[in-house]
């Protein structure tokens, strides 16, 4: 069974005016307001943000649907797009496992895998046993997954009160917050190169190729910095 105690903890660490489930928030308001533009009812905007959990997937796929996409199309879209994810979960899961803990538990908690989330399991791990990290995540995912559930909710019910403006700039909140949270992180090499290197690269190949620039500019950046880093002992 999962641990009250640590569950509650986690549940409650989403709290405080710096926490990254603001951020999340306010990219889901503007999510459930373009799914609602889309077409889209508010059982289906729910469902969307209770089964996907993640801000550009739920994009990629409300804009597939719009386009007429099929169903196996918009399936492996959403699963390249998430794949983003998989660094986390890596960098994650070996601080949570736990032999006296069952796997149906880790099994569970990668649905929460997403960028707030990771985040607070990153700032607070230390000081939780390592036994009870995985109830500590568990209560962490179940936090940011309901956040971001209503905040889907606000924006379908207020999208009549948003405009195109002002659904790009609480879009782009989470990942602004993320870019910030990294640039505060930079006291090791691979990190300050890939991020500064991911700043020019990404913008530069959006001359040679707008679709897939992030990609390009993400995976040099990151396998150059992953080769200093390794070159250099750290």
């Known amino acids: 069974m999962i641990n009250s105690k640590y569950f509650l903890k986690g549940f409650k660490s989403i709290k405080g ?41 739920s994009l990629v796929m409300a804009e597939s649907m719009l386009i007429g996409a099929s169903l196996i199309n918009i399936f492996i879209a959403v699963w390249l797009v998430n794949a983003r994810l998989y660094p986390m979960t890596v960098a994650l899961m070996p601080l949570l496992m736990h032999k006296n803990q ?40 179940t936090a940011t997954w309901s956040v971001a559930i209503l905040a889907t909710v606000i924006g379908f019910v207020a999208s009549d009160f948003l405009n195109k403006d002002m659904l790009i700039g609480l879009a782009i909140v989470n990942p602004i ?20 290197l991911g700043a020019i690269l990404g913008p530069a190949f959006y001359f040679v190729s707008p679709e897939w620039c992030i990609l390009f500019g993400g995976f040099i950046a990151g396998t150059i910095a992953y080769l200093v880093g390794e070159k250099n002992g750290s």
């Open 102 to 141: 069952p796997r149906w538990k880790y099994y569970l908690s990668c649905h929460f895998i997403a960028v707030s989330s990771w985040l607070i399991m990153k700032d607070n791990y230390e000081n939780i046993e390592k036994e009870n990290r995985i109830d500590f995540w568990i209560g962490i995912g």
């Open 177 to 196: 917050y993320f870019i910030c949270m990294m640039i505060g992180a930079m006291k090791t090499i691979q990190i300050s190169v890939s991020v500064i």
């Open 17 to 57: 005016v710096g926490s990254p489930a603001i951020a999340l928030g306010a990219s889901f308001v503007a999510i459930g307001a373009l799914l609602k533009n889309l077409g889209f009812s508010i059982q289906e905007s729910m469902f969307s943000t209770f089964l996907t959990y993640a801000l550009p997937g």
